[in-house]
């Protein structure tokens, strides 16, 4: 499959001014702004960004980016599932994950994320994709927003709804370890039904294999 990504760009007012949403944005091209000390979420900022840098260069790789003025607020990450998760078990070159998304503390609550989401989806090209997003609630900042871990999760779906992703069921024993972890879904227009059908067995893949093994052993 080839890749194809169109850069969009968009303007908005938040209280601590205006931010600008792009991409989906190269190296060469993130490498010119500032990345900001406060998006730890995942590693510490120098090593995130670093990360960022060769996802933004990955064929299939993009990065869409929140900025205030010529520093980096926020992001949003889409690449293939890692290798050694169940995503990628089938090796379906129209699956990619959401990967990340993360807004340093100071613009949460401006609806920033959301709008980078609707803007990642403005590419008539993530059409022809499966997106899937793993939520476990691990990963999200409880202390920080002082939410619970259900309120989170609420949270989480309103803002994914943004770009179209819905929670569906799964097999998958990272996600059913605890109920408020899921699976979120946007399945593009132009997604082969034989894609679709081999992301269901996907999601189920547990029990697929359950099956195998008693047919095995009967």
């Known amino acids: 499959m080839e890749h194809i990504k ?5 303007r908005i007012q938040t209280t601590k001014g205006t931010v600008i949403l792009e991409g989906p944005l190269p190296s060469d091209q993130l490498i010119q ?14 090593k995130q ?9 990955f064929p299939e790789g993009r990065i869409n980016i929140a900025r205030h003025e010529q520093t ?8 293939y599932p890692d290798p050694l998760e169940r ?7 129209d699956l990619i994950e959401l990967g990340a998304i993360e807004i ?5 609550g401006e609806k920033v994320a959301t709008q980078l989401l609707q803007l990642s989806m403005m590419d008539p090209f993530m059409e022809n994709y499966i997106i899937i997003s793993t ?3 691990w990963h999200w900042d409880l202390a920080g927003t002082n939410l619970s871990i259900w309120n989170y999760r609420k949270m989480m779906e309103k803002m994914m709804a943004a770009g179209g992703l819905r929670p569906v069921p799964t097999d998958d024993p990272e996600i059913i370890s605890h109920p408020a972890n899921c699976l979120m879904v946007r399945i593009g227009k132009k997604v082969s039904e034989a894609s679709i059908q081999k992301f269901d067995k996907l999601r189920f893949l547990s029990r697929i294999q359950q099956s195998q093994r008693e047919d095995f052993l009967c």
């Not at 340093?104 to 949460?108: E, H, K």
Request: proline share 4%; charged share 20%; glycine share 4%.
């Open 6 to 10: 169109t850069y969009y760009k968009k």
């Open 33 to 46: 702004y500032e990345f900001h000390h406060g998006l730890v979420s995942f590693r510490p900022a120098k």
């Open 49 to 57: 960004f670093e990360a960022l840098l060769n996802i933004a260069d």
């Open 72 to 79: 980096i607020i926020g992001y949003v990450t889409f690449l």
């Open 87 to 93: 995503w990628s078990a089938f090796q379906m070159e």
């Open 104 to 108: 340093i503390p100071d613009f949460r």
């Open 135 to 137: 939520e476990y609630y």
